[in-house]
């Protein structure tokens, strides 16, 4: 009996070994282990033997099934790991793959491409496109720009001032930190701020380029702001035309340009006396209203809901370049004899990206452009 079992015992072991499938590893399992094997037939003879050879018999018989439970659980445990690399290797996913369905290819944002479109307007009018710093000093921002010493502007809830480099270089190296932001320079140019606008590279404009000068500057710009018409940050187109005998009427008829490019060929501009710093005159331009036809109502009699019933849409602020603005531009050998007021004018105009995308499309809160929310983004493309 006792060989019998170290019989079984090998026989089961070499199979076990050689299942190469866990199908194959089962029917191994069944025909040892099973109800019906042998094995578990002899474990319930041997209540019927001699004394003597009871406790020997049962003895080996109970090691061999469990040796044998051990290898197998062992076994299954390896065909297991295999076929799950397998299955793991068969089912790889390549995410260079187009998506099944394939999905679009991305678009522009619908800011990004707004600006693009008033680049290409302006372009076609003969300007050239500048980009510049974010982060400006005051005096291009500010002083060079005929901003008062007191204009609201320059306070610290109205603009985002930020340490110099040298200031943060310096904090970090102190092992103490210090009670009280370093002190600006007397006069406080040398500053940075995130630029409030993107006219400070009108000054840097022309210090790099004599007259004529002919440019727009888009770019993002900061303030601290956040509401349903204004956000932390939002975008600019700024313009600038530098040359002999510029009056505002040319200012006019370039903007009208702009207009009809943008809200259709059937719209006219207004200009409204206004202030600003770095203007004089300065004003509001309004267009006429492309949803009622500058009507104020529309055909059914009611109020039209773009232009609020007034037939005009107010669209940018611009005006002359004022002379003061001329003084801050030093004479160099490139820029000789410099943009002397007497002998050169000019006219700027800046406008928001946002508010003309927000007028052509009825886009209702300045919040949407940031939400990511591709309920609305995936609308333009």
């Not at 035309?241 to 702009?258: M, P, Q, R, S, Y």
């Amino acid at each position: 009996m006792i060989e019998r079992i170290a019989r079984l015992r090998a026989q089961a072991e070499s199979e076990i070994a050689g299942a190469d499938a866990l199908d194959a590893l089962e029917q191994v399992r069944v025909r040892y282990l099973g109800r019906k094997a042998e094995l578990p037939r002899l474990l319930r003879g041997v209540a019927k033997l001699e004394a003597a050879e009871r406790a020997t018999v049962g003895r080996a018989a109970n090691q061999a099934r469990d040796a044998l439970q051990r290898l197998i659980e062992q076994r299954e445990g390896e065909l297991g790991a295999a076929q799950l690399q397998d299955a793991l290797e068969a089912d790889q996913l390549d995410v260079t793959l187009p998506g099944a369905p394939p999905q679009p290819i991305g678009r522009l944002h619908l800011l990004s491409a707004t600006r693009r479109e008033l680049e290409d307007i302006f372009i076609g009018l003969g300007f050239t496109v500048l980009e510049g710093p974010e982060v400006e000093t005051v005096h291009y921002n500010f002083d060079a720009l005929n901003h008062g010493p007191t204009h609201p502007a320059r306070a610290r809830t109205d603009t985002f001032y930020i340490a110099a480099p040298e200031s943060s270089e310096r904090a970090a190296r102190s092992p103490m930190p210090s009670p009280s932001p370093p002190l600006p320079p007397p006069d406080g140019s040398a500053e940075l701020v995130l630029r409030t606008h993107t006219s400070p590279m009108q000054v840097r404009a022309m210090e790099a380029n004599p007259p004529p000068l002919y440019v727009v500057i888009p770019g993002r710009v900061y303030r601290p702001d956040s509401d349903a018409t204004h956000t932390p940050q939002f975008h600019q187109i700024e313009g600038l035309a530098v040359d002999e005998d510029i009056t505002l009427a040319d200012l006019k008829g370039t903007l009208l340009k702009f207009a009809r490019a943008v809200f259709g060929d059937e719209r006219e501009v207004r200009l409204r006396p206004h202030y600003f710093p770095f203007t004089e005159p300065s004003v509001e331009v309004d267009v006429s209203c492309f949803h009622c036809q500058g009507k104020g109502f529309m055909r059914d009699g009611s109020r039209c809901t773009v232009c609020k019933a007034e037939g005009w849409l107010e669209v940018l602020g611009a005006g002359e370049v004022d002379p003061n603005v001329y003084a801050y531009v030093p004479t160099t050998e490139r820029n000789s004899p410099g943009y002397d007021p007497e002998r050169v004018q000019g006219f700027a105009w800046g406008l928001g990206i946002e508010r003309i995308a927000m007028l052509r499309h009825g886009i209702p809160d300045l919040r949407l452009y940031y939400d990511n929310d591709l309920r609305l983004l995936e609308q333009f493309g």
